[in-house]
């Protein structure tokens, strides 16, 4: 197995990540991650990767390579690998190289998303659900390194299922019956796709006006973007603070007041803003 921690990310998830830990199994090429809030939850996060090993493989991790930083030479990590007589492979300081697998494949795993994090126009704060569906694409592509076989096949034995895959950040209507409150709302509106929930067998679904998710079976899917230019600029505001916020507030306001021509997504920004401040 062969690891690395990426991160700090410029931008916080929507959930508050700021890195991930990505393990890859040399054998098969399969590439699994977690999210983390900081790099002390990386042991925490390998004991759970080791136990599905175990459980759902019934295999037993032999070799460990990682580039020796501090999250992994903790006691923690070297008094579990000596107990199960995990060999554990570091490389030389400033020999990055030494661990190349890992460190490739996680500059594949973070360039794969910006193409269609920046096609749907989204914010950096997905980028987690961005690289997360970047990873589920990855393990179901053929490699040339697996002899053109995809990791999927060479872990499960089996060809993946392709005929649900769909573009990420377009447009996705659930069905919205079983969690509306009263008989009058709509069946379904407008989401946006942001891929798979693992465990689930359902679309994550996400709405940018009411800031929800939903996972959901019964969904019909739209060859377009869910986010248009001007709803991403209003999402946008929603990651600022207070100050911030009647800052730019204010200079619109000045700039109606001096009668200075503003696009008309202005005016709905000032609109939007409004309501945004009236929630404090």
């Known amino acids: 197995i062969h690891s690395d921690v990426w ?3 410029h931008f916080k998830s929507i959930h508050g990540f700021r890195y991930f830990v990505l393990f890859l199994d040399e054998c098969t090429g399969f590439v699994w991650i977690y999210p983390l809030f900081n790099k002390s939850e990386v042991f925490s996060k390998f004991l759970k990767f080791f136990a599905l090993i175990q459980t759902q493989f019934n295999a037993k991790i032999q070799h460990f390579q990682s580039d020796g930083g501090g999250e992994y030479i903790s006691k923690p990590f070297t008094d579990f690998f000596a107990n199960h007589g995990i060999l554990d492979q570091f490389t030389c300081p400033y020999t990055p190289q030494q661990n190349g697998m890992a460190e490739r494949k996680n500059r594949h795993v973070v360039e794969t998303p910006l193409t269609p994090l920046t096609a749907a126009n989204m914010p950096g704060q997905f980028w987690y659900h961005s690289l997360a569906y970047a990873v589920y694409l990855i393990n179901r592509m053929p ?24 573009i990420f950040g377009t447009a996705v209507y659930p069905y919205l019956r079983p969690y509306n409150v009263h008989k009058f709302q709509p069946r379904t509106t407008q989401y946006v796709f942001l891929g798979y929930s693992s465990g689930y067998k359902g679309v994550l679904c996400y709405d940018i006006v009411t800031d ?30 207070l100050r911030q916020r009647h800052h730019i507030f204010f200079f619109l306001c000045l ?20 309501l945004l401040l009236c929630n404090y």
């Open 212 to 241: 929800k998710f939903v996972i959901s079976r019964h969904v019909i899917h739209e060859n377009r973007f869910g986010l248009s230019s001007h709803y991403c600029s209003v999402h946008r505001l929603l990651f600022l603070n």
């Open 7 to 9: 991160g700090p990310s």
């Open 255 to 274: 700039c109606k007041k001096l009668h200075l021509r503003l696009p008309q997504s202005h005016h709905l920004l000032i609109q939007h803003h409004l």
């Open 143 to 166: 490699s040339q390194a697996l002899k053109h076989q995809a990791p999927y096949f060479r872990l499960y034995g089996k060809q993946p299922e392709l005929h649900s895959l769909r």
